[in-house]
């Protein structure tokens, strides 16, 4: 489960924020603290993960300290679907 | 002739007991806080007071690096009251480099020369990082000392003892480039602007601003905080970075205290129409608004329309949409729309503009194009478009923009080189190209090689110059350039590098290395970055990179590969 919301998430970020399809993130890869994730990218992620995965994340949560890998995005998604 | 001390002391005696505050901060997961005249005087006196206990003398320039809150308000104003010559500094941000962030603030130093730097304790040792010895800062001042239980007493105050054609305040952009060239405005100017400004505006007591801009740029700054505390019309501001994060924000900010006008980028209307969720404006009410005032990037009529189609059920009029053209050296504001009707819109052949660089009407149903006017000049500006050789245009031709005013500025400070290129013949030379139709201004390119990032203005040479920084590619074999993003309503920063492998591999891993190192130490967060093999890039007979044409190169392989 946790593969597939990693991977879905990953071909996003690859794709739209990135712009590089064929980049591969590693699930250990800081996104925000490393800069590979802006601000304002930030918020598509978050609208992204909740259409997707039909979970809330709230605008106090979009740092570093909340999620900055793919492995704590995902297990925050897990939660939530709970 | 009047200076800002003496406007602050006037709207401080009629305003003792106000019902209404000059200030309203806001901030992420707390309550409000109101400042009123008084409180911001009291507040901005004890700054003055630990000014003259550091010994900065009026004329002195002071720097603030301190974020969104009570301190960076009083400092602003407490540095005018006692004479001295504020300019604000962005803070240290997550993703740049601190040591990016003190070399950039080691240029400003050297350039501006400031007597002072006021910032947070805990910032204190960075700050104190990017100095030398025996440069011009005598005190790092941070806001845990500033003096307590100071009266509130005018005549003591050296700031009015200033004239009003001496420099009030300096205006810096980001970067390398930006941070040399500080834009230095007396306080005779501002008030021209603020006179004609509000006139455009009919901007009256019964109008309430409300901003999430940054303070270190020019539509912050003037029209999201000097004009409204100077003109004694409440501002409601928050910090850009709650707003990033929660752009719903602003929308029940104008809800809950009826704002009347607020400025905002282009990229602005799109993120906000794009990004902001129905669960988060229940109940909002946008009817208030009198003007949305588009700014600081070429404005789009589509991103008007998604904005307005995204809010008008929460009683947003489309006539409240305007536009206006505007630049720290004239102020702010050079044009604005006229309020109550939608801006002008010119319809033109599309091919004649991109090609033959003319304004035609469109026939026989070929393309065209929608161009919408930044609206007229305010009563104090002069506006004409001239040819390379300075001579003035007929309607409808397209060339550099120039413009006279009664508030421009006083000169780059310490720059009298810049100062003295801006001109030609008593006009100032903007840099942007453009064309006059009916006396509307259009704004049609750039004339310098700026990029517009979401309202930030960067320099691709700053750019390439930290492109070179990265292992693998050589000096000289890097450009950026600026590429329009329709959904994001701005421009996004391209970077081509040119490496001496076709391996893929390594030219991805450069690829990274590019994209981590431009975001931690520019203004912007790097996305589009194309690593080419040798003889990629274009090079003039110079030696010097041709932007353009590698642009066309660019997007001549993109449009291939779709």
């Avoid at chain 1, 690859?14 to 591969?24: D, E, G, H, V, Y």
């Avoid at chain 2, 194009?369 to 305010?378: A, D, K, V």
């Avoid at chain 2, 040119?498 to 290395?513: G, I, L, P, R």
């Amino acid at each position: 489960m946790t593969d597939t919301i990693i991977s879905n998430i990953e071909s996003y970020i690859a794709a739209q924020i990135l712009k590089q399809p064929n980049r591969r993130i590693a699930s250990d890869e800081s996104l925000i603290s490393s800069g590979l994730i802006d601000s304002f990218s930030l918020m598509d992620l978050a609208l992204f993960v909740e259409d997707t995965f039909g979970v809330r994340i709230e605008d106090t949560e979009l740092n570093a300290n909340t999620f900055d890998t793919l492995t704590q995005l995902a297990s925050l998604v897990e939660s939530r679907r709970k | 002739m009047t200076t800002f001390p003496d406007r602050l002391k006037t709207l401080h005696a009629s305003r003792r007991t106000p019902d209404r505050a000059a200030v309203y901060l806001q901030f992420s997961g707390i309550e409000d806080l109101p400042i009123t005249y008084d409180q911001l005087l009291r507040g901005a006196n004890a700054y003055a007071s630990t000014l003259v206990r550091e010994g900065i003398k009026p004329g002195e320039v002071v720097i603030l690096i301190l974020q969104h809150g009570e301190d960076l308000v009083y400092a602003f104003w407490g540095a005018i009251l006692h004479g001295a010559i504020p300019s604000i500094m962005p803070f240290l941000t997550e993703k740049l480099s601190p040591e990016r962030y003190r070399a950039d603030l080691s240029a400003l130093v050297s350039v501006t020369k400031p007597a002072a730097i006021i910032t947070y304790p805990e910032f204190a040792g960075e700050v104190r990082a990017a100095l030398q010895d025996g440069d011009s800062v005598g005190s790092v001042i941070v806001t845990d000392q500033i003096e307590q239980q100071t009266n509130l007493d005018f005549n003591a105050l050296a700031g009015f003892s200033r004239n009003a054609e001496d420099i009030v305040l300096l205006q810096h952009s980001s970067g390398t480039t930006g941070l040399q060239k500080g834009v230095a405005l007396s306080h005779q100017a501002v008030f021209n602007q603020l006179n004609a400004y509000g006139q455009s505006l009919s901007l009256d007591e019964n109008d309430v601003i409300v901003s999430w801009l940054p303070l270190y740029h020019d539509m912050g700054l003037i029209a999201g905080f000097i004009m409204p505390v100077l003109s004694g019309v409440p501002l409601v501001l928050m910090s850009p970075f709650d707003w990033v994060r929660a752009p719903y924000r602003l929308m029940q900010s104008v809800s809950k205290y009826h704002g009347t006008l607020m400025w905002l980028p282009n990229f602005a209307y799109n993120f906000s129409a794009q990004k902001i969720r129905d669960r988060h404006i229940e109940g909002v009410d946008l009817s208030s608004l009198r003007a949305i005032i588009n700014c600081s990037e070429p404005v789009r009529w589509e991103s008007h329309l998604a904005f307005y189609e995204r809010f008008k059920s929460y009683g947003l009029k489309l006539e409240s949409l305007q536009t206006s053209y505007a630049m720290a050296e004239n102020v702010f504001s050079v044009t604005q729309s006229p309020l109550g009707s939608v801006p002008v819109a010119d319809e033109i052949d599309r091919e004649a503009f991109m090609v033959e660089r003319v304004v035609k009407s469109p026939f026989d149903g070929r393309p065209s194009m929608r161009m919408m006017s930044s609206g007229r000049p305010l009563a104090n500006v002069k506006v004409k478009i001239v040819n390379e050789q300075g001579q003035g245009l007929p309607e409808r031709a397209i060339g550099e923009i120039a413009l006279q005013s009664d508030c421009m500025l006083n000169g780059y400070y310490n720059r009298p080189d810049l100062s003295e290129k801006a001109f030609l013949d008593g006009w100032y030379l903007t840099g942007d190209y453009g064309y006059i139709s009916n006396g509307e201004v259009f704004v049609s390119g750039r004339k310098k090689d700026m990029i517009i990032v979401g309202g930030k203005n960067v320099y691709p040479q700053d750019l390439e110059m930290l492109t070179y920084e990265v292992p693998g590619v050589h000096a000289g074999r890097s450009v950026a350039f600026g590429m329009f993003d329709e959904t994001q309503g701005t421009e996004e920063v391209v970077i081509l590098a040119e490496v001496d492998s076709e391996d893929a591999d390594e030219q991805q891993k450069v690829a990274d290395a590019i994209r981590l190192h431009v975001t931690k130490n520019s203004a912007i967060a790097l996305r589009y970055v194309k690593v080419v093999g040798p003889k990629w890039i274009l090079k003039t007979s110079s030696g010097k990179t041709a932007r353009s044409a590698n642009k066309e190169k660019f997007l001549k392989e993109l449009e291939v590969s779709k």
